[in-house]
């Protein structure tokens, strides 16, 4: 192969026949086309479907519902059910994405003698084995392979079972140039063995309680990776007994995840095989698991590629969205008690409607000052943020120069933010790109303590940024 390597890009196409329904449009018999990507950070599932009747036009008209229901078979044999959304249409067709899928018999009248989970995600570097030679070479540290922990399986405890998350490895093939290679594809999966009281003949129960854990494992796994991890396919294989043998179901869904970052955040090998299900035990009973989801999400969008502007609005929403959110669950964000602050309000009501008496100011601008006083119920930012910071230790003195104040340099930073915000308008685009990468440097180190992540795990170029910042660049 000469010139630049081709790109090899997994599919999996699926051809149903079947019946699409909404609302409020009658159903219209289809063949309905399903292609999905594989093995990447954007898995999207996309569909095209046509009438199984000749010159039938009806099937057009139901882009007009955008969401539509498909019922069918695969296979002549497979039960599918799918959640689409129509993008367009042809003439004879239509056309768009497959929200969730599922494939295969999700109920059934025999009793389960043993069930086995699977759930696949998008790439996650937290998965990732060590360099299987003979030496190997991390963050400066050279040990003899041991071959003990060249497959080392992370657990976990679900609601349901037992899990182990690693990598998993699948084989394709794939056609490179001109040659049919057998690729082997590592893939981030989580295998659970089903607790034996958890089994059960309806599987949609089972993945409905499992969602709520996959929620906040993919946050985790999205922090700690510096990118969007999503599942986009979860499989139950069920084992029954005598003749009725195995049964296989699917769930598959679009997920939209995101490219490597420049700079890891942690050293997956440093990770024991405990490491992360306390991690996740602990987040799970932490008061603030539902601000740190929210925030992981900006706080990762500030590594994709972009504009500045894109960078520093992310970085800042996500550091308010974090800060907002805990002092919101501890009731720290307001200035008085509703009670105290009715009263506030009520004096300073009637020293606007006098001064506005006093003075011919309009009914319009009246209201627009009586809807300004609520905002005085509501802390400043900074002083929660400063607070935050101490209680939970988070290292700041390596993003700005030595003696910086901190509170000091956050008004700065939060003056160019709110010029930024009411206009648009970047003046210094040093100051701003420093403003954001320290901004967003402090809300992820708040959530790495927050969620009680060691010191240890850290990669030494996570924040290699810092040695620009305290030179004041």
């Known amino acids: 192969m000469n010139g630049d390597l081709p790109e090899v890009v997994f599919r999996e196409e699926l051809r149903i026949e079947g019946t699409f329904s909404s609302v409020r449009e009658k159903s219209v018999d289809v063949f309905c086309e399903i292609k999905r990507v594989k093995y990447s950070h954007n898995s999207e599932i996309k569909f095209k479907a046509r009438s199984r009747i000749a010159d039938d036009r009806s099937l057009t008209h139901l882009i007009r519902s955008g969401n539509l229901v498909l019922r069918g078979t695969l296979h002549r044999y497979f039960q599918v059910y799918a959640e689409c959304v129509v993008l367009s249409a042809g003439d004879d067709f239509i056309e768009g994405i497959v929200k969730c899928i ?71 093939d794939a056609q490179v140039d001109n040659m049919v290679a057998n690729v082997q594809v590592p893939v981030p999966t989580l295998s659970i063995t089903v607790n034996e009281v958890d089994l059960t003949n309806n599987l949609h129960y089972l993945i409905e309680r ?88 900006y706080l990762n969008s500030h590594w994709r590629p972009g504009f500045i502007e ?59 000052l009586y809807g300004k006083v609520g905002e005085l119920q509501r802390r400043p930012i900074i002083p929660r943020a400063l607070q935050l910071i101490e209680l939970y230790a988070v290292p700041w003195r390596d993003l700005w120069p030595q003696g910086a104040d901190l509170e000091v340099e956050l008004r700065k930073a939060y003056s160019r933010r709110s010029k930024f915000m009411h206009t648009g308008k970047i003046d210094d685009y040093r100051a701003a790109i420093a403003d954001a990468q320290r901004v967003h440097s402090l809300g992820e180190r708040l959530i790495y303590n927050l969620v009680g992540a060691k010191r240890a795990w850290l990669h030494p170029a996570a924040y290699s940024s810092s040695n620009l910042l305290q030179r004041g660049s």
Request: net charge negative; proline share 5%.
């Open 102 to 172: 599922d494939i295969g018999d999700f109920t059934f009248s025999d009793q389960p003698e043993r069930q086995t989970v699977l759930v696949r995600f998008t790439p996650c570097p937290i998965a990732e084995p060590e360099v299987t030679s003979l030496v190997r070479y991390w963050t400066g540290e050279i040990r003899p392979y041991r071959e003990e922990d060249g497959n080392r399986d992370v657990n976990l405890d679900t609601d349901i079972g037992v899990a182990s998350f690693s990598r998993h490895s699948v084989y394709e």
């Open 210 to 297: 499992l969602t709520y854990f996959l929620g906040s494992l993919e946050t985790l796994l999205s922090f700690l990776s510096r990118r969007q991890v999503r599942w986009v396919q979860i499989e139950v294989v069920t084992e029954l007994g005598g003749e009725a043998g195995i049964k296989s179901a699917r769930r598959l869904q679009t997920a939209y995840g995101s490219d490597l970052p420049p700079e890891p955040l942690v050293v997956p090998a440093r990770l024991e095989t405990s490491d992360l299900g306390s991690l996740m035990s602990a987040f799970q009973e932490s008061q603030y698991q539902e601000p740190v989801e929210h925030a992981v999400h």
């Open 310 to 368: 894109g960078k520093f609005g992310n970085a800042f929403i996500g550091f308010e969205t974090l800060i907002n959110g805990i002092s919101s669950v501890d009731g720290s964000d307001t200035t008085l008690s509703q009670r105290m602050f009715k009263r506030l309000r009520g004096e300073i009501d009637r020293h606007i409607k006098r001064f506005a008496e006093e003075n011919s100011i309009s009914i319009e601008c009246r209201k627009e």
